[in-house]
Antibody, heavy 119, light 108 residues
Framework: QVLLVQSGAEVKKPGASVKLSCKAS????????MHWVRQAPGQRLEWMGW????????KYSQNFQGRVTLTRDTSSSTAYMELSSLISEDTAVYFC????????????WGQGTLVTVSS | EIVMTQSPATLSVSPGERATLSCRAS??????LAWYQHKVGQAPRLLIY???SRATGIPGRFSGSGSGTEFTLTIDSLQSEDFAIYFC??????????FGGGTKVEIK
């Protein structure tokens, strides 16, 4: 079955960077893209970016002003999200999510990773 | 950016009753809308895509309708496991994908 397993919770200081992983199994990794979405406390889901897991092409939300970098490692079927210059407002649960094969509806999600930014 | 607005924020419903949730898009998105169910501590679950198609394994009591800017999710005969937060998402024009703020369906 399709599984997306994310890395564990992180605590970071303001100004630091965090790199999260999302290991995929149960399907051919390069046949699908991956989205990253986050949810801050009390806020709606916020889309961060997208990566084509075959080509490595990316699209990003302008809301992050270049602080997000998505990469992937096809040899390990793992997608990565790095967020730099962390601020307290980046405290959130971060999800990776795989879209269906014909449209960007998200049918498989990771379990989420809590990132806490605190001095 | 397309803004998705959901109403109501909270819906109190008795088990066995029907719940009707609304989602409005700030511009025409055709039928490019999905609904998700989200429970605390769990990953969101895709319920409905393309406005009215049920995702794999989703019970028939969940149905979606609408087009353009107005959309509805209906849950017939609410079961105990249906009490959760529901949110909509558009993929008509992205980036960015955008999500509604959610409707919490709680036990009356």
């Amino acid at each position: 079955q399709v599984l997306l397993v994310q890395s564990g919770a992180e605590v970071k200081k303001p100004g630091a960077s965090v790199k999260l992983s999302c290991k995929a199994s149960g399907y051919t990794f390069t046949h699908y893209s991956m989205h990253w979405v986050r949810q801050a406390p009390g806020q709606r889901l916020e889309w961060m970016g997208w990566i084509n897991c075959n080509t490595g092409d990316t699209k990003y939300s302008q809301n992050f002003q270049g602080r997000v970098t998505l990469t992937r490692d096809t040899s390990s079927s793992t997608a990565y999200m790095e967020l730099s210059s962390l601020i307290s407002e980046d405290t959130a649960v971060y999800f990776c999510a795989r879209p269906v094969n014909y449209a960007d509806y998200l049918d498989f999600w990771g379990q989420g990773t809590l990132v806490t930014v605190s001095s | 950016e397309i803004v998705m607005t959901q109403s109501p924020a909270t819906l109190s419903v008795s088990p066995g009753e029907r719940a009707t949730l609304s989602c409005r898009a700030s511009q025409n998105i055709g039928i490019n809308l999905a609904w998700y169910q989200h429970k605390v501590g769990q990953a969101p679950r895709l319920l409905i895509y393309d406005t009215s198609s049920r995702a794999t394994g989703i019970p028939g009591r969940f149905s979606g309708s609408g087009s353009g800017t107005e959309f509805t999710l209906t849950i017939d005969s609410l079961q105990s496991e249906d009490f959760a937060i529901y949110f909509c998402q558009q993929n008509n024009k992205w980036p960015p994908l955008t999500f509604g703020g959610g409707t919490k369906v709680e036990i009356k």
